[in-house]
């Protein structure tokens, strides 16, 4: 007989058809892995709703339980919380940098809610138009001079930049 347990261990080791270097669990887009009535359902949320790779992650998900010998899966998705860079793990983010991609940084969002935590000021809140200058360490050397050559990469999720110091490109996952 199968648990929730091991159906989640299972769950949690398939790859981010993206970004290989993570899993579906290092990302966050796997929410939840429990049985119900002989079903084992895998809940997730996609990094944004119309991400290319969803069918892709459903399907590795499906195959992955059906080959470690669970005979009924059943693969939701949610978008409720919206997903943001924040759910990406401490090991996720560590796994990024190994492989020369700047993680992305996080945000006051308390991990589940999609809604930032409210300040204790009073008053009106000053709205911006023009968005701050971006920060990136490098994920080579660690500079903090780096510049942004392209909005989008291989992804829509990452940036192409370069650092000033040792001039190499990388990637970066950018803030959601």
């Known amino acids: 007989m199968v648990t929730a347990v091991s159906a989640r261990a299972v769950a949690e080791q398939v790859l981010d058809p993206e970004l290989p270097v993570l899993t579906l669990a290092d990302l966050g887009v796997l929410r939840d892995v429990h049985e119900a009535d002989g079903n084992v359902v895998v809940t997730i949320t996609p990094t944004y709703s119309g991400c290319p790779a969803l069918d892709e992650m459903r399907a590795d998900l499906r195959r992955t339980l059906l080959d470690a010998g669970y005979d009924h899966v059943e693969i939701r998705t949610v978008l409720a919380p919206a997903w943001t860079t924040d759910w990406i793990s401490e090991e996720g983010r560590r796994k ?27 008053g009106p809140v000053p709205l911006n138009l023009v968005p701050p200058p971006s920060r990136v360490a490098c994920p080579r050397c660690g500079s903090p001079r780096t ?30």
């Open 96 to 122: 990024l940098a190994e492989h020369g991609i700047a993680p992305p940084r996080r945000k006051a969002t308390p991990r589940g809610t999609g809604v930032p935590p409210r300040g204790t000021g009073v």
């Open 147 to 176: 510049t942004e050559l392209s909005r989008f990469s291989s992804t829509a999720c990452k940036a192409l930049r370069r650092c000033e110091d040792c001039r190499e490109p990388f990637e970066h996952v950018k803030e959601i």
